[in-house]
């Protein structure tokens, strides 16, 4: 699978062109349907302890690769996407960026909020205001999948999760966990339907495990649990 997947990256060449042409080719029209679970049942989004140890591993970054892993970790943006920003992106004073949406029919912007210390480090290392028009992290899509690779390699994560995908996924979830509003999210995903959204609420959370527990509890109150028995002794044919 790792493989496949490195052959795959490697075949895209990097671009030189710059402003409306880049983009137009990196603009695809297909819609996006998260899918959160592999058909074999295998998870594609990283769960909250997953996200820390991320944040962790990136922290141990370059200066150059890790705000362009933070930008990603924090917008939920696809790797494209966080490629494309130039230095009138962002708005330091409203800690803002505003991203380029693909895989849109029509071409959309969205505008999502970043903490105010990745902005401030930002604005340091780039000079945001004297970059204008410039690419922050001119880079090969292919070098910005390998920064994410090593990241989730640094942070002990593997399968389907440890992706740029997974990261993407994962700040959905999060954020529903935190309770953004659906349409908010919406907003930030970039997705042009809210049904689209809505499938990142699909996956179990906290809350919902609270609600089970409570469940659970009122099923136990009036029982006398017996400890569970398990017999060893092997069935012989």
């Given at each position: 699978?790792?493989n496949?997947?490195i ?9 030189t ?69 130039r ?43 004297a ?9 090969c ?6 920064i994410?690779r ?73 029982r006398?649990?017996?400890?569970l ?9």
């Amino acid at each position: 699978m790792t493989n496949r997947i490195i052959v795959k990256q490697n075949t895209q060449k990097c671009s030189t062109a710059t402003g409306d042409t880049a983009m137009s080719a990196r603009i695809s029209p297909a819609p996006e349907t998260p899918v959160l679970y592999a058909i074999s049942g295998a998870r594609k989004y990283l769960n909250a302890d997953e996200r820390r140890a991320v944040l962790n591993a990136i922290d141990t970054l370059p200066l150059d690769r890790r705000l362009f892993a933070l930008t990603l970790f924090w917008t939920g943006a696809r790797i494209s996407e966080v490629l494309a920003l130039r230095g009138f992106s962002f708005q330091p004073s409203r800690g803002i960026v505003a991203i380029h949406t693909l895989k849109r029919r029509r071409r959309a912007v969205r505008e999502i909020p970043i903490p105010h210390s990745l902005v401030i480090a930002l604005d340091r290392r780039f000079d945001l205001a004297a970059l204008g028009d410039a690419l922050l992290w001119p880079w090969c899509r292919t070098t910005a999948w390998r920064i994410i690779r090593g990241v989730m390699d640094a942070a002990h994560i593997s399968g389907l999760a440890a992706s740029p995908r997974g990261l993407r996924h994962g700040f959905a979830i999060d954020a529903l966990r935190h309770s953004v509003p659906l349409t908010l999210l919406q907003k930030w995903m970039g997705h042009a339907r809210l049904a689209t959204t809505a499938i990142y609420a699909d996956a179990s959370g906290p809350e919902e495990r609270a609600f089970a527990q409570h469940l659970w509890a009122d099923a136990n109150r009036h029982r006398i649990e017996k400890p569970l028995q398990i017999n060893r002794t092997r069935i012989q044919s």
